[in-house]
Structure formats: C-alpha cells, structure tokens
C-alpha cells in the first residue's frame, strides 16, 4: 500500500504547512515517509511543491516518478496543470478554484476550471469561501487538506494534535478556527467523494456540491 | 535509546553532531545546507554547544578547526559554492590533520534551484585527499554523519559528508540514537602539524600522502560501497549514491543487472574492476558530475566494454537527475495519461515579494541613472538579484558572494564612469568589505549601495553581523569619505528625494556608498 501525492502551490500560501500536517498523520499511523519540498528563492513567490510518498514499505527515491502520482493537491488551479503529468489515470485532483495571478502571463481562468473539471476524478474547492466563513481567511490551505483527507487512509481526529502544535502559539481562537476549517474542509470532500464514487462526472458533483458551503 | 524521528536530510546531520558529541557548529546561510545550523541553534541549550553563524564560509571553518585543534568535535556546514570561500582551510586542515572531530557537510545543489552552479564537491574532497561520505537517505545521513566524527578522529583528518537539495530538503522517518558525551579540552600533542611553515608542511604532506592506503581500505571494506553481481551481465550498473535511489526506483526494487553504488570515498577502484571484468558494458548513473565515469573513461576507456553516462548523452550531462531521466537512461519510458493534451503552463518564477524595500531602492537608482548614459549596475547574491526580472530589468551581474564590488573596480580601471554596484549588508560582511577596502585605498570613483535591510533574507531571515549604524561605522572605517556615505530610507513617498541623492553621488567623480535601510518585510514574520 502506497500513497504518492504531489502538493502544489505559490511561495507563501502554506504549502509547507499541509506536509506537516500529512506528514505526522502518516508517521503517527507507523508509516514510512518520505517528503521533498522546496526552500530558499522559489518561496519568494515562485511556484512550490512537495512530493509527499508514504507507504507501509520502504520508499525509495525522494521523488514520486512521472505517472505515478495518486493525489495532486494544490491551493492554486494553474499550479495543478504543472505537475499533471505526475498524476496516473485514476488519479484524484484536488484543487482550490482561485486562481493566484502573480505572473503576466496567466491564462484564461476559466478554461483551466473546465479542463480540471473534465479530469476523471477532479475536486474543486471554494477554499477562500471555507475560510473567510471562519473569519481566518488565511487558513485556505487548511480547508484544502481537508477537502483532500476523505481519499486518504486518516480520520479527522488524526490532526488534532498537529494543529494544536502548529497553531498554539497564536492563541486558541486560531486553533479552534483552522480546526473549524479542516472539518468544513473534509465534509465538501467527502460529499464530492461519494458523488464521484457513484460514478458522477467531477463537473456535476461540483456544482451539486456548491449548496454545502 | 532509540527513537524514531521525522527529518530532514539536514536535520538529521544536525542531530547526529549533536549526538556524537559535538562542542561547535559553524556555518553562513546557504540553500540548501541552511537548516543545518538552525536545527542544531534549535537544541544548542539542551545540549550546550555553540551555534552561531559567522561571517562567511571561511570564517566558519577555520572556527571548527581551532574548536578541533582544542580537542573537541565541531561540524562545519555550507552550501556548495560556499566550500570555493573556504577552500584555503579546507585543503590545508587536511595538511594539518584535525585532533578533536572535524566534519565538514556540504551541500551541493544539482540543478540549481538555488545556486549559480551545480559543482560537485566529490572533486573538491579528492583535490584534498579527504574521505567523503555520500548518505542516500536520511537515515544514512544521520548514520554517516555520526561515523565521520569516529573516522575523523581515528584518521586525524577532516571528514567531508557530501549531501544534495533533495537529501537535504527531503523529510523521512529516521531512528536516532543516544548522545556521547563532549570531549574533554586539550591542546594537540603536535603544534607543529598546525604550523604550515614549508619546513613543517612537507612533512605534514607526506602524513596525508602515507593516510591514504588506510583510508582507501577503510572505503573499500565500509557496507557504504555495495558490489552485488547477480543478474544479467550484458549491462553493469557504476552509481553515487542518491542515483541509486532513482535506479532501484527505475527496476521496482529489484535490480536485473550487477551494480556498484558508492557511498564513501576514496573511490573504491577494487569494486568497480570487479564490476567492469563482470559485464559487457557499462551505464554510470550519478547525481553531480561525471566523477566515477571520468575516473573510468580515463583517456582510452576500458578496451571493448562501452562505457554510458554523462559524458556520452544516455544520461542528460546539466541538470538533476530524477526517476523519469534515470529510467530512461536503460530504456524505461514513464508513461503519462496526460502529458499529449496538456497546454504549455506558464513559468512561475519567484519575485521581490510585495512591499520589499531593495524595489524601491531600484526605482530610485534607476531613474537617477536615467540622466547618463548606460549606467552598469554590478550586482550581487541575494533576493535583490530577483530585480533582474521585469519590472526592474535592474541588474547587470551576479556571479559570486562579494563580486559587485570588485568587478566594478575592474570597471572603473577600464575607464567607464559613472560605475555602480549594489550589494545586500549580510553580502558586505561575508566578502564586500575587501573590495570596498580595495576601492577606497585607490580613491576609486565608484556608486556602491549596500541594501541594508537588517538580515539574510533570501535563505530565510537569518541574523546578519553587520547593519544599522555598524554598518556606516564599518564602511567609514574602510576608508569611505563620511560625507559620501548616504542612508536613505527606501519608500514609495521618498522615491524623488532618494533619486536626488544617488544623482549627486552618480555626478561625484569619486567614491560614494549609499545606504538604502529598511528592514525586509520577511523579517521576524
């Protein structure tokens, strides 16, 4: 049993943070781990990603080989097309709807939306929607992990202490808040979840799934 | 007792120094060998050792030397480029030999996420006849990090562990041990072994020369160099140590050919002669440069077995290597259900965050300089380099730590006036101060502005040794006319005024330095 899932975003909106998160939900559950991430210019704004693999065997390399991939997770739509070709034909996308227009070049919103919504198992997220509700609009990538743990061998409770442990120093309300998310988060997931699992294509459950937020 | 641990490979070098009993650590900021010495600073009161960060990479570690010369074990750290500033104590400690333990570890950066090259620092360990250890994951780092103190001290020699981006930067489950207790301090048996009179030198060269037999047999029987000739011998396989991770991934685990990896030099020549009379031809795969594959090729190659690698395309010469490249290298395609309908995605590149004071340093120089002609703006390493990019279109050059103010030396020399170059304050202090030195001795008319924004901000907001009124102190003291040192503060609503300033300093035909001064907006967010 192996999960690949490539995380993927721009240079400070909490990529780093979800690996943390994942990564000691898989090492609590005795997992083997391994998790490659990206320091130093690229967090000035460049794209970032990590490469998360965590097995009940060894994981060899640091990086998860091209089409191979189960999960791309990713707080910004453009940043999914980057690293596709990661992904393996039953592969699940899971992806914020916002896009984040750092560059000039930044193409047509709306045609990355539909072409992630033609994927087989695509999930897009209104995470900006999930956390401002919560009055902690920075939290989005916390509503992101959630909406990606339904297709994930861990439960909720699972990131409770992590969540404490990243999250104390700024007070309760904050823990409490991005807790809030994570479980908001994770019910969007799970509804989409069961849509796709009964065979619905990803746009429709997208859009039956917009009344839950 | 053990305990299992979630690590990066730079974490993990960390705590295997803070367990084998370190009294030291020595660095300067670099990617990716940065979170070295921030995790060792993270436990330096647990375990009461030092941790500081020093002005450069030389400082650092001619810091661990003296450490080692006083009998206690000190691990020195650095990115790759960083081991060319302290190469002069590098290969010379291997002259003198260490006393306490003395490890270097070095990471070196192929493919240049955050780099201006991707030299690979096996040549370096072998240039100074010092053992190098090549971890391929991150318990191993923890594990070879902890032998090279036991190496270093068994040898009398520095130890180098040579990691890469991807061990450094790279987290996995790893099962630490117990601490040893710190070395009692001494002062060596032989003062003479540190003191490189030539008279003494040649004697201390010839130690290292007569080292090396022991080292090269300490390699040659280490598990760290693995000889397996089952399979199928019409192809063998010579691998370092990360690629072997990307060729067991290439096989799924099961290798179907024989092989050698390497994980500790010197190069263990007996295994790959084995290796060689085994097989009908030979794929060298290694994460750095071609160092086996030339040492293997020589001038005339091995008489009938073709030899594969980088040096003849079948595996790309630039770059990093990954499982995509390296499978492809024997003939594996990784197949993608998506690559044939994907839209061509746009670079992301990274850029001066919003808000950053070195943007408003530029627009006030450059709308200075926009009153001469052509104005070169020599640069240097930092975040500050990202003006390059559009909108800036600012900078001219970066090519080392320190360079702007030198090369624009060599340009004044050539004749060329007005002349700038800017440099960031952590930049000044680990190598700008001697060119301004330089510059100011000769009375040399030259712009240079220091962007001071009061910390090492590229690799994360690090404390920089020299700022705020320090600094001015500091650039007076080598010489800089006090009234052609100008502080400005670089904001939006001062743009105008600053322009002023630096139009003045541009018409002056001697030296002026500028101090743009704000505090990075990264800082102790």
Redesign the interface.
């Known amino acids: 049993m192996k999960y690949d899932i490539i995380l993927a975003g721009?240079?400070g909106q909490g990529i780093l943070t979800i690996?943390f998160m994942l990564?000691?939900a898989a090492?609590a559950r005795g997992f083997?781990?391994?998790?490659?991430?990206?320091?130093?210019?690229?967090?000035?704004?460049?794209?970032v990603y990590s490469h998360l693999r965590f097995a009940d065997h060894e994981?060899?390399?640091?990086?998860?080989?091209?089409?191979?991939a189960d999960m791309i997770l990713s707080v910004e739509p453009?940043?999914v097309?980057?690293y596709?070709?990661?992904?393996?034909?039953s592969g699940v996308v899971v992806s914020s709807v916002h896009p984040f227009k750092?560059?000039?070049?930044?193409?047509e919103e709306k045609a990355i939306l539909d072409?992630l919504l033609e994927l087989p198992r695509a999930l897009l997220v209104d995470a900006r929607q999930i956390a401002t509700s919560n009055k902690i609009p920075k939290a989005e990538n916390m509503a992101m992990l959630g909406a990606a743990l339904p297709f994930l061998p861990f439960e909720l409770a699972d990131f409770d202490p992590f969540i404490q442990a990243q999250f104390e120093r700024k007070g309760d309300q904050v823990v409490q808040a991005n807790r809030a998310v994570l479980a908001q988060g994770y019910r969007m997931g799970t509804a989409v979840k069961e849509r796709l699992d009964a065979g619905m294509p990803a746009d429709a459950a997208w859009r039956e799934t917009q009344t839950l937020l | 007792m053990q305990k299992?641990e979630?690590l990066l490979g730079d974490e993990a070098i960390a705590l295997a120094a803070l367990h084998a009993g370190i009294s030291g650590a020595y660095s300067y900021p670099g990617?990716?060998a940065?979170?070295i010495l921030e995790h060792v600073q993270s436990k330096a009161a647990e375990f009461g050792v030092s941790a500081s960060w020093s002005a450069n990479e030389k400082v650092a570690y001619e810091g661990a030397l003296g450490m080692s010369y006083c009998g206690k074990r000190a691990l020195v750290s650095m990115k790759h480029v960083g081991l060319n500033v302290a190469a002069d104590p590098f290969v010379n400690s291997g002259v003198t030999g260490v006393d306490g333990g003395l490890v270097l570890c070095v990471a070196d950066d192929p493919g240049m996420?955050?780099s201006q090259n991707e030299q690979d620092s096996r040549y370096l360990a072998r240039f100074a006849l010092i053992p190098c250890l090549e971890p391929l994951?991150q318990q191993e780092a923890y594990d070879m990090t902890r032998e090279a103190f036991d190496m270093s001290e068994r040898f009398k020699t520095p130890v180098m562990v040579r990691i890469v981006t991807?061990?450094a930067?790279?987290?996995?489950?790893v099962v630490t041990g117990e601490t040893k207790a710190q070395n009692a301090l001494s002062t060596p048996a032989n003062v003479a072994g540190y003191i490189l009179l030539p008279s003494n030198a040649r004697v201390q060269y010839d130690k290292l020369v007569a080292k090396q037999p022991a080292l090269e047999e300490y390699a040659a029987r280490s598990p760290h160099n693995r000889i397996c000739l089952d399979g199928d011998r019409k192809v063998g396989i010579l691998c370092n140590a990360m690629a072997f991770?990307?060729v067991?991934?290439a096989f799924g685990?099961k290798i179907p050919h024989p092989y050698v990896k390497v994980g500790i030099y010197p190069t263990p020549m007996g295994l790959i002669r084995q290796l060689v009379e085994a097989v009908d031809e030979i794929v060298v795969v290694e994460e750095g440069y071609p160092f086996l594959e030339e040492l293997l090729s020589g001038v005339v190659g091995v008489a009938g077995k073709p030899i594969h690698g980088k040096l003849d395309g079948r595996v790309p010469r630039t770059g990093e290597l990954?499982?995509?490249n390296v499978?492809a290298a024997f003939g594996i395609a990784?197949?993608?259900?998506?690559?044939a309908t994907?839209?061509k995605?746009?670079?992301?590149?990274?850029?001066?965050?919003p808000g950053c004071p070195h943007a408003d340093s530029y627009r006030a120089l450059k709308l200075a300089a926009g009153d001469f002609p052509k104005v070169p703006i020599f640069s240097d390493i930092g975040?500050y380099t990202?003006s390059f990019y559009?909108p800036y279109n600012a900078v001219d050059s970066c090519v080392d730590m320190g360079a702007s103010i030198s090369m624009a030396i060599g340009a004044a020399h050539a004749g060329l006036h007005p002349v700038t170059c800017s440099i960031g304050d952590s930049t000044f202090g680990h190598s700008g101060m001697t060119g301004l030195l330089t510059a100011a001795y000769e009375k040399l008319p030259l712009t240079v502005f220091i962007l001071d924004n009061g910390t090492v901000a590229?690799?994360?907001t690090q404390d920089t040794l020299l700022t705020g009124e320090a600094l001015v102190k500091a650039v007076i003291g080598l010489g800089v006319e006090p009234e052609h040192v100008r502080v400005l503060s670089p904001l939006p609503k001062n743009l105008e005024e600053n322009a002023r300033i630096i139009r003045e300093e541009l018409e002056y035909k001697g030296l002026s330095v500028i101090i743009p001064r704000r505090t990075c907006v990264q800082y102790r967010r």
């Open positions: 721009v240079g690996a990564d000691n090492l083997r781990i391994k998790q490659a991430e990206v320091h130093g210019m690229a967090q000035r704004g460049g794209a994981v060899i390399s640091d990086l998860i080989p091209r089409g191979q453009l940043e097309q980057r596709l070709p990661f992904l393996h034909a750092s560059i000039p070049d930044y193409p072409a | 299992k979630l990617t990716p940065t979170e996420h955050s994951n991807r061990l930067h790279s987290r996995a489950d991770n990307y067991r991934e685990d990954n499982p995509a499978a990784l197949e993608s259900p998506y690559t994907l839209p995605v746009p670079g992301r590149p990274p850029a001066l965050c975040c990202l559009p590229m690799t994360g």
